[in-house]
């Protein structure tokens, strides 16, 4: 081999496509060097920092959960006052559930989903690095709060009234709902990408019953994300809007209802423990069969169980509120769906153990994880069934029992999981081997000093001690057992150091890992370690579950270019779009080189975030306006230089796509679902209040339907009619007819706007004074800010069209404009139900 | 140059073996759990203002119940039967029948976990006060 050939990542492609086009492959994937790294957008740099930071946040939450372990290792102990305490157990809290467990799951969708699905990146690149920065951003705003000493002290769900402004007039809480809210926007962006990376760009041949089962679990849990954070962010949004500007949702004496937060909350919340454990449980899923030599055993069985538990999931919120006066049939209900969630995770357990069983185990430090986690998780499950018993919830709820229980299942659930999935897949980013004497020596510690630390704590909650008390008198039973668990907590601690310490390790010492070293059957190891930028050299036809185990020459195909898309001649990033069911080649995917771009956008939704949390609203619109022209530019593309190329293996396939179902198209979608989402938490808040109010609306307030209501509604369906015919043009590519649909829709969607605001001038009430005011006023505002959205995608589109040269059989702008108006539309029609009409439905 | 692949893009067959057949039992039992705990909420609002009577809320709540269970129950039995049905008229290796397969399968599975989902929930109106605490 000469000197040429030997500085390829790839010297096979070199000599298959030629020196030249091999240099050129890799400089357009390169990632960029110096102070431009921040530039990156590739899913491999973006999912590395990810989980770096999402780590750092675990090792801060680890710090707060030791000091708090500390402060009871002795009854009446003074190391931490009420007021620390309260801020550190919160603060732990919301530490390990929305910068640790989430984003770190997230982060490895984001890693590695893209190279198990056979394709070079995530659809939506600066997406990834937005939500990235945001993720960041939000953390550190977060954490910001311990240096003025006013960290959030609400616990991690917050409950009001003990959150308002009334009981907690500091800036504490304003630091959760902004710091929270803000870091969601990474979670809802990185589960959009996911989502429409899974459906539509896996490799060709690689249908739903072979898809890498990894992408099951995250496509689930991405769509979990995208219905379950709406509810929480709107919580958040009108608990803020209560605190900062006395619009009362949630105070009592003005028609709200404290209990509303809680209903929003857990609607949330109790997915959220399928959004942190079913990753992980994907994790195990994915390493399992080649940690055990053998086939994944009930593969449909376990898709089953993942779709099964997103759904069923979100029907068990109410059984966090047991304790709380709802109808005991309500409760049944949601006891009788908490017993049904059990059946999927069993089914799991049992296909794993299967697995187990079948293959021939090697007993490496990732598997003793994964068995410490089917153990612990298993354990947890039984304190969970016990749990979800109404009568025995009632004995134990807020006792140490629930905090004993909630720990088995997500440092069972997930952190073990975790743990094994670093080890696994650590030497596909650096190259190098983990120590297994290290390994087992950290997973030892780790699995007896969490045993040590919690198993106790069920006892000591049996014994009646309760959850939140920064200390305990002597004498009631309970002073060994802290003091045990409070040892645990330190061995637990001693081994992630260790596992830490073996991490630093590898990077220098560990052994050169080669391709593939656990011999696994995924894509996501057809490539040689560390992983190049863009994951997979040629994009592979796949025809079985395990390609690497079951085709036979596959690996060195994929390494010498030999599959599609080998090269990058026109100096693009190209991936293939292949079809939803059946992953059949489509079109050319063209993404985004390395950008500012993502960064900017978080800096000016940092502002936003940080103008309301220092009451400077002024900063807060600046922000807001300046992430708008960023995005504008943003979304703007260059039209493609021609119309369709050739990808190898005798395929041609055009670039690009303008019909409904590509994958911008989607994404487009995916974010309507969680405005919709949003939008639904809205109408709910309406209708929960109603059904706790006594008379509704309060006398005096409820809206005439005045003439303004009636153009409101009138222009609502002349919008619907506009935007019909907009959407057949677009359909058909037919330019003139989209231009015509574009234009009449700006005077339609301005009059809209004008009619809403004149409706808003007609109102009979003070926006302060009921809650139901407010709600209405909300739940029209909505509208309006989406008439404002459609507006603003027509004037966009039309720019494509008119300077932008798009052509409309490549342009989805049109598209995305009828799609969003149309939402838009239906929103209006909702809305205006719920304002006009239903406050006289019922007399 | 080399002659195109070919690719089975979706599904041989139509419903149930398909993704909307895979996806039915789980949105059905979603709506069934929105309307029942919607109707109860409502039910006993109009209960306590005297629009309605026990009885007539215990009976809706079973209706809903009931017809729920048969729905996820007809998908259930259909899609198992398409399933053998696709098994004994394909040979292995046609990749759109597989999917078929794969997604009858689905559905059939899926029917059987939401059927019981749906009479865990609904089995307590037969005796639990509709809206006593
Ligand atoms: C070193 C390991 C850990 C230890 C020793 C630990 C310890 C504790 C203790 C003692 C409490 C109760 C505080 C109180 O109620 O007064 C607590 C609360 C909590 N922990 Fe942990 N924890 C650990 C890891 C985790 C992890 C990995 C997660 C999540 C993935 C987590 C999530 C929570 C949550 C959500 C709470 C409730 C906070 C609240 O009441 O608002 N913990 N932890
Ligand atoms: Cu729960």
Not at chain 1, 30 to 47: D, L
Not at chain 1, 654 to 674: E, K, N, Q
Not at chain 2, 44 to 67: M, N, Q, S
Request: charged share 10%; hydrophobic share 55%; with cysteine.
């Amino acid at each position: 081999m000469n000197d040429a050939a030997e500085k390829f990542r790839s010297p096979l492609a070199a000599e298959v496509v030629g020196p030249e086009a091999e240099a050129q492959f890799e400089r357009v994937w390169e990632k960029p060097s110096g102070w431009r790294r921040i530039s990156a957008v590739n899913n491999s740099v973006i999912g590395r920092r990810f989980i770096l930071t999402t780590f750092m946040f675990f090792l801060a939450g680890g710090v707060l959960a030791l000091l708090i372990r500390t402060q009871l290792i002795v009854p009446e102990n003074d190391l931490l006052s009420t007021e620390v305490y309260n801020q550190f157990f919160t603060m732990h809290g919301t530490t390990m559930m929305f910068l640790f467990a989430v984003p770190m799951m997230e982060a490895f969708g984001v890693y590695l989903i893209p190279s198990m699905i056979g394709t070079r990146d995530l659809c939506f690149p600066r997406l990834s690095a937005f939500g990235y920065w945001c993720f960041l951003f939000g953390g550190l705003l977060l954490y910001s709060s311990f240096l003025i000493g006013s960290a959030p002290d609400g616990g991690w769900f917050m409950y009001v009234p003990l959150t308002t402004k009334e009981f907690s007039p500091g800036i504490n809480q304003d630091f959760w709902l902004l710091g929270v809210t803000f870091v969601e926007i990474a979670s809802i962006t990185g589960a959009l990408e996911l989502i429409v990376t899974i459906l539509r760009m896996r490799a060709p041949g690689m249908s739903l019953h072979r898809m890498a089962i990894f992408a099951w679990y995250m496509l689930a849990v991405s769509f979990m994300i995208i219905f379950g954070f709406p509810p929480l962010i709107l919580a958040s949004i009108l608990l803020e809007a209560e605190r900062a500007f006395g619009i009362p949702f949630y105070d009592v004496t003005r028609g709200g209802d404290p209990l509303l937060w809680q209903h929003l909350f857990w609607i949330f919340g109790h997915p959220e423990v399928y959004i942190i454990f079913l990753p992980a449980a994907g994790l195990v899923s994915a390493m399992l069969p080649t940690l055990s030599r053998g086939p994944l055993v009930g593969y449909s069985l376990l898709v089953l169980a993942v779709v099964g538990t997103a759904f069923l999931s979100f029907g068990l919120w109410v059984h966090h509120m047991y304790a709380t006066g709802i109808p005991r049939l309500a409760l049944s209900f949601f006891a009788g769906a908490s017993l049904a969630v059990s059946i999927p995770s069993g089914i799991q357990v049992f296909a794993w153990i299967a697995t187990l069983w079948e293959g021939r185990p090697l007993l490496r430090t990732p598997l003793l994880f994964v068995i410490g986690f089917i153990i612990i998780f298993v354990i947890g499950g039984l304190t969970g069934v016990m749990v979800a018993m109404v009568p025995f919830d009632w004995q134990v709820h807020d006792t140490y029992f629930v905090v004993a229980h909630f720990h088995y299942v997500l440092i069972g659930g997930m952190v073990f999981p975790l743990f094994a999935a670093l080890f696994f897949y650590l030497p596909r980013a650096t190259g190098r081997m983990l120590s297994e004497t290290m390994g087992k020596i950290s997973f030892w510690m780790l699995f007896i000093g969490f045993n040590v630390s919690f198993f106790p704590m069920h006892l000591t909650g049996l014994l009646g001690m309760p959850r939140r008390v920064y200390t305990y008198p002597a004498g009631l039973g309970w002073d060994w057992l802290n003091l045990t668990s409070t040892l645990g907590a330190y061995m637990f601690a001693a081994g992630a150091v260790v596992f830490v310490v073996n991490v630093f390790w590898h990077v220098r010492w560990g052994e050169p890992a080669g391709d593939n070293p656990w011999e696994a059957g995924g894509l996501e190891w057809a490539n040689p370690s560390p992983i190049p930028p863009y994951n997979i050299r040629s994009i592979p036809r796949v025809t079985s579950y395990n390609p690497l185990w079951d085709q036979p020459g596959l690996h060195d195909r994929i390494e010498s270019a030999r599959e599609y898309l080998p090269t990058a001649t026109e100096g693009k990033r190209e991936v293939l779009a292949t079809s939803v069911v059946g992953a059949a080649p489509e079109y050319v995917l063209r993404l985004p080189s390395p950008s500012f771009v993502p960064l900017l956008a978080a800096l000016a939704t940092a502002a936003t975030f940080i103008g309301f949390l220092i009451s400077k609203y002024w900063i807060a619109a600046a922000g807001a306006a300046t992430f708008l022209l960023i995005l504008l530019f943003w979304l703007w593309e260059e039209p493609h230089e021609k119309h369709e190329k050739y990808v190898g293996n005798g395929l041609t396939l055009p670039i690009g796509s303008g019909s409904t179902g590509a994958h911008d198209w989607l994404g487009c979608l995916i974010f309507i679902f969680v405005d919709g989402a949003v939008f639904a938490s809205l109408v709910y808040a309406y209708f929960y209040l109603w059904t706790s109010a006594a008379v509704w609306p309060p006398p005096g307030f409820a809206p005439e339907t005045g003439t303004s209501a009636i153009i409101v509604l009138a222009l609502t369906v002349l919008s619907l009619i506009v935007v019909g015919l907009t959407h057949w043009a677009a359909s058909h590519h037919n330019r003139r007819g989209i231009l015509l649909g574009l234009f009449l829709s700006l005077p339609v969607l301005g009059g809209l706007a004008y009619a809403l605001f004149a409706a808003w001038g007609e109102l009979p009430f003070n926006l302060k004074s009921h809650a139901y005011g407010a709600l209405v006023v909300f739940i029209g505002g909505y509208f309006a800010l989406h008439v404002l959205l459609s507006l603003c995608s027509a004037l966009f589109s039309l720019a494509r069209f008119f300077i932008g040269g798009a052509v409309p059989h490549k342009d989805v702008s049109a598209l995305v404009f009828t799609q969003l108006s149309l939402y838009s539309a239906v929103v209006g029609l909702v809305a205006f139900a719920v304002i006009y009409l239903s406050p006289t439905a019922f007399g | 140059m080399a002659k195109p692949e070919k690719f089975a893009p979706a599904p041989k067959y139509g419903f149930p073996a398909d993704a909307k057949g895979f996806l039915l039992p789980p949105v059905v039992w979603a709506g069934f759990f929105v309307a029942i705990y919607s109707v109860q909420g409502a039910g006993c609002a109009a209960i306590e203002a005297g629009y309605l009577g026990f009885g007539t809320l215990r009976l809706l709540l079973t209706a809903l119940t009931v017809l729920t269970a048969a729905a996820i129950l007809v998908v259930g039995i259909w899609s198992g039967l398409a399933f053998r049905r696709i098994r004994r008229e394909n040979a292995e290796g046609d990749d759109g029948a597989v999917q078929s397969r794969f997604l009858a399968e689905g559905a059939m599975l899926s029917a059987g976990l939401f059927f019981v989902a749906t009479l865990w929930i609904g089995l307590p109106i037969a005796w639990t006060n509709p809206c006593g605490g």
